[in-house]
């Protein structure tokens, strides 16, 4: 069965980095793209961006350009995001999902576990 | 940005109930449209895709419906493990964007 299993809770102080991990089993890694979806407490998803694990291509969401970094192993399955110089406002549940793409349309199928980034002095 | 705007905010209902979440899209995304349902401490979950497809393994009391700028979730007869919160999703350009979110609560 498709899994999406994520690295756990992190803490960290503003202007820190942080490296959130997702391990994807159940599924051929390189065929599907992954993207990183950010939940703010009490607010609605915001997309961040995905990665094709086939090509390391990219597309971010333009207000985190130039701080947000996403990769993958392919070797290991595994997607990373890295998010730098964290504000405040940067606290959330950052999850990872499999992008079913199809005709044209993308759809999220599969979702990790979520994992909290909570930014504080 | 296509902003995504959902009604009502929040509605209270009845086990059985037929309950309808709408969601307008502030430019037309044809039948670009994705509906999730959360429940608290948990990742969303898909209910349906391209406007008016079921996802696997999802009730058939879940169903979809519109194009262009205006969709709709309906519930047919609400049961209790339907009590969560639903967003719609627009996946007709990047940066893909979320509706802001309806509550259904028991009444």
């Known amino acids: 069965q498709v899994q999406l299993v994520q690295s756990g809770v992190e803490v960290q102080r503003p202007g820190a980095s942080v490296k959130v991990s997702c391990k994807a089993s159940g599924y051929t890694f390189a065929s599907y793209t992954i993207t990183w979806v950010r939940q703010a407490p009490g607010q609605g998803p915001e997309w961040m961006g995905w990665?094709?694990?086939?090509?390391?291509?990219?597309d971010l969401a333009q207000n985190l350009q130039g701080r947000v970094t996403m990769t993958t192993d392919t070797s290991a399955s595994t997607a990373y995001m890295e998010l730098r110089s964290l504000r405040s406002d940067d606290t959330a549940v950052y999850y990872c999902?499999?992008?079913?793409?199809?005709?044209?349309?993308?759809?999220?199928?599969?979702w990790g576990q979520g994992t909290l980034v909570t930014v504080s002095s | 940005d296509i902003q995504m705007t959902q009604s009502p905010l929040s509605l209270s209902a009845s086990v059985e109930d037929r309950v309808t979440i709408a969601c307008r899209a502030s430019q037309s995304i044809g039948s670009y449209l994705n509906w999730y349902q959360q429940k608290p401490g948990k990742a969303p979950e898909l209910l349906i895709y391209?406007?008016?497809s079921l996802q696997s393994g999802v009730p058939s009391r879940f169903s979809g419906s519109g194009s262009g700028t205006y969709f709709t979730l309906t519930i047919s007869s609400l049961q209790p493990e339907d009590f969560a919160t639903y967003y719609c999703?627009?996946?007709?350009?990047?940066?893909?964007?979320f509706g802001g979110g309806t509550k259904v609560e028991i009444k």
């Open positions: 391209a406007a008016s």
């Open positions: 990665i094709s694990p086939d090509n390391g291509n990219t």
């Open positions: 999902a499999r992008s079913m793409l199809d005709g044209g349309t993308s759809r999220f199928d599969y």
């Open positions: 999703q627009q996946s007709y350009s990047t940066p893909l964007t």
